[in-house]
């Protein structure tokens, strides 16, 4: 249904290009919902590809300690570790160090009054303010000449009241902007590139942010511009990872203004997910503690957060639970003296990610989130106070497996690679897939051409039938199933038996045990057997794609 706020903009851009067509038709031979299909799905991989190439680029021109050490960049958020936050804000997704502080502005600019109402007077950008005598004042709303911004994204906590075109940055401080343009001619503007921009405009102080980069654009015909800017004490490291950023990030060229529930800026501290189950958790002021809001498969769920006489106020239990929106990812407030926090059932601990609070929410908490706890029953514990113990210790899992001359043959090839001791696996079938075992966070992620296919946890016992989707056989799919170390075969009977082959593995608290790796070409099911007994896993029989 199509919102006020996308109406209103749509009826001011078309008054201002003479009742043109706001967006592009679509390319022809292409049936409209294949390309938006094909949009959504190459979008829905920039938090993990655009952030995976934001820390390529960054670590090396900036060096590591931009991305991994503490909060010790000026204007930082805490001593803590840094990783890439992945986000998406309304039109654009992009990746940037946790330790800079996002902002989603859309809300507070959705709530910005655009318009006159229907039979009244149209205001013009120098009328502000204006009414027609027989109009009431709440009938007509005013144009500004004010750009209506999108995100920010600065190296210093300036306030969510901030907005750093108007207000100006500190010395120090470096900034992305990304605002809707009322003033701009659609019509004069190219769309925004597809791909990762080559590079920073020329600077210039002709913009309404002053001096600075300025690039020009539409978004499916929303007329917009982005400005990266630097204050002179900003150091080389910032400048970097602001520009890295900027070139980086991708847009929704099939994006529609959204209606938020709130009226006010939020911070977004983290996000998120599988490829069409993303998530992002925001946080901005309450009465009382903090105000989390849950964004997932275009709902959003707002509770209020805080710590008392708990160390750890947590959201949501129901999350944790088979069926239900939100799934795999719970959040909340973490009493500062926590050395960790983890998600504790009878599987074991999933330990979270601790983030320290932007200062000027002024909170005496810090926030957390803890991925992977879909469909597990359990409690958040917060390590360290009140004689809970630490976390296991997550060690290298992949030195007790013998090199590749020792292997027997129901091992599937694979390679140690990367800084975190990676476990990598590649194989043919729809094109091309690559299955890593991520030891840091004791998950999987399976790429199959480019595009992100699983990423999350498995359990002991659990299987699951992954999608290749690939462009060569679109109906080929992959069966991963997490064992314990002494399964010794598995393998799927369908017209045939295909018997599985297994590379190291994690489970959810860190140990050992095996991956086992079906390919699946074309479309069938089956029965899945381990160790020559049918698997009694509770899942259905294995169908694909």
């Not at 952030?51 to 900036?62: P, V």
């Not at 300690?65 to 997704?93: K, N, P, Y």
């Amino acid at each position: 249904m199509t919102t006020d706020i996308e109406t209103e903009l749509r009826e001011l851009l078309r008054e201002k290009a003479g009742d043109a067509p706001a967006a592009a038709p679509p390319t022809e031979g292409a049936p409209t919902e294949v390309l938006r299909r094909g949009r959504r799905r190459q979008v829905a991989t920039v938090a993990g590809s655009a952030a995976i190439a934001f820390a390529i680029a960054a670590g090396s021109a900036a060096g590591l300690g931009v991305l991994l050490r503490g909060g010790d960049v000026a204007g930082g958020s805490g001593d803590s570790d840094v990783f890439v936050r992945g986000a998406t804000i309304e039109a654009f997704s992009l990746g940037s160090p946790s330790d800079w502080f996002l902002v989603n502005e859309w809300p507070r600019s959705a709530a910005t009054p655009l318009g006159a109402a229907s039979g009244s007077k149209q205001c013009g950008p120098e009328d502000l303010g204006c009414a027609r005598e027989e109009d009431s004042l709440d009938q007509v709303r005013p144009i500004s000449a004010d750009p209506l911004p999108l995100l920010q994204l600065t190296n210093v906590d300036l306030g969510l009241d901030s907005d750093v075109c108007r207000d100006g940055l500190p010395d120090i401080g470096a900034a992305l902007y990304i605002a809707i343009d009322l003033t701009a001619d659609a019509d004069s503007l190219d769309p925004f590139p597809p791909g990762p921009m080559p590079g920073l405009p020329e600077p210039s102080s002709d913009g309404p942010c002053g001096a600075g980069s300025y690039a020009h654009f539409t978004v499916n015909g929303y007329p917009m511009f982005s400005w990266v800017g630097w204050g002179p004490g900003a150091t080389d490291a910032d400048r970097t990872t602001v520009r890295t950023t900027w070139e980086q990030m991708w847009a929704h060229d099939d994006w529609q203004p959204s209606q938020p529930e709130d009226d006010t800026a939020a911070y977004v501290l983290a996000g998120g997910g599988a490829i069409g189950h993303e998530w992002q958790v925001e946080v901005r002021p309450a009465d009382i503690g903090a105000a989390f809001s849950f964004v997932q498969d275009g709902s959003t769920g707002r509770v209020d957060l805080a710590v008392g006489d708990e160390p750890v106020s947590w959201c949501c239990y129901a999350m944790t639970r088979p069926g239900h929106a939100g799934g795999d990812v719970v959040f909340g407030a973490v009493a500062r003296s926590a050395t960790g926090v983890v998600f504790r059932s009878d599987a074991g601990d999933i330990a979270g990610v601790i983030l320290p609070p932007p200062p000027s929410l002024g909170v005496s908490f810090n926030f957390f989130f803890i991925e992977g706890t879909e469909g597990i029953a359990g409690e958040v514990v917060a390590l360290g106070v009140d004689g809970a113990t630490e976390v296991p210790d997550r060690t290298d899992l992949s030195n007790r497996y013998a090199p590749a001359e020792e292997r027997s043959p129901d091992q599937y090839p694979w390679t140690k690679e990367g800084p975190n001791s990676f476990i990598t696996a590649h194989g043919p079938l729809g094109g091309g897939w690559t299955l890593q075992v991520l030891y840091y966070r004791d998950g999987y992620r399976l790429v199959c051409g480019g595009f992100p296919a699983f990423d999350g946890r498995l359990r002991l016992g659990e299987w699951v039938v992954v999608p290749l989707h690939g462009t060569q056989a679109p109906d080929d799919a992959v069966l991963l199933l997490l064992t314990r170390t002494d399964v010794e075969r598995v393998s799927l009977e369908a017209n045939d038996e295909r018997p599985g082959r297994w590379i190291p593995g994690t489970t959810s608290d860190g140990g050992e045990a095996r991956l086992w790796v079906i390919e699946l070409p074309g479309h069938g099911s089956g029965r899945l057997f381990v160790d020559g007994v049918e698997a009694a896993l509770g899942q259905g029989p294995v169908t694909w794609p």
